[in-house]
């Protein structure tokens, strides 16, 4: 089974619709992070939690909010679709441990196409 | 304003060849860095990393080489090989309080032929 899952895999949906996107991990990371892949720009930082009780918001997060119901699940809705938030959607993953890095995990995607 | 710019969109490279991939960085501030794989349809996994304080990182066929005064990096494939054709990216973290934001580039499309 993999580590991180993301739901549902594709959606295609409409202008002014309530949309969200599921994460789930059984990794056991505290920390919890969205991405959204658009050509030519990479992936960019939504939104990250360091833990159930701490939510930031990222490069991007106008549009967005984000609900973390548990250690192992991280939610990114979108209350009002528009176009342009037709992406690659990335839920992630890392272990904290002070000032060290550590790599993060990502899910496979979510193809979300706002028409 | 892009932050790490992979500046070449495709690299086209011959099988059991030295692939290069490139990395440029402005912000000083960035004193982590990582290379990420992409297949289709997959997310993104870890490759390689290279915390500042070092110049070179190895790890089998993979090579990071940083280059601070230059702020640039650069990921060395050898030998080559058809299951590298993926997409990579480079990306950058400030360790500020222990965060772990990520700051990705464009990324580059890899592919290696027979």
């Known amino acids: 089974d993999a580590d991180v899952t993301q739901t549902p895999r594709n959606r295609i949906t409409k202008t002014g619709k309530r949309i969200m996107l599921e994460c789930s991990q059984t990794k056991g990371h505290d920390r919890m992070y969205w991405y959204r892949q658009d050509p030519g720009l990479g992936l960019r930082l939504i939104y990250y939690s360091f833990d159930v009780k701490d939510i930031n918001k990222g490069e991007i997060s106008d549009g967005y909010s984000v609900s973390r119901q548990a250690q192992a699940k991280f939610s990114l809705s979108l209350e009002s679709a528009i176009p342009n938030q037709t992406a690659l959607y990335f839920c992630?993953?890392?272990?904290?441990?002070?000032?060290?890095?550590?790599?993060?995990?990502f899910g496979p995607g979510t193809r979300l196409t706002v028409l | 304003d892009q932050q790490v710019k992979q500046n070449s969109p495709s690299l086209s490279v011959q099988e059991g060849r030295i692939s290069i991939l490139n990395c440029d960085y402005t912000n000083s501030m960035f004193d982590y860095f990582l290379w990420y794989k992409k297949y289709p349809a997959e997310g993104p996994t870890f490759l390689i990393s290279i915390s500042s304080i070092k110049d070179k990182n190895e790890d089998g066929r993979f090579t990071v080489f940083l280059n601070k005064s230059a702020k640039h990096l650069s990921l060395h494939i050898v030998p080559s090989q058809p299951g590298d054709s993926a997409v990579y990216f480079c990306?950058?973290?400030?360790?500020?309080?222990?965060?772990?934001?990520?700051?990705f580039g464009q990324g580059t499309r890899l592919t290696i032929n027979p």
């Open positions: 992630a993953t890392s272990q904290s441990s002070g000032l060290s890095y550590n790599e993060q995990f």
């Open positions: 990306a950058a973290s400030p360790i500020i309080q222990g965060a772990q934001k990520l700051v």
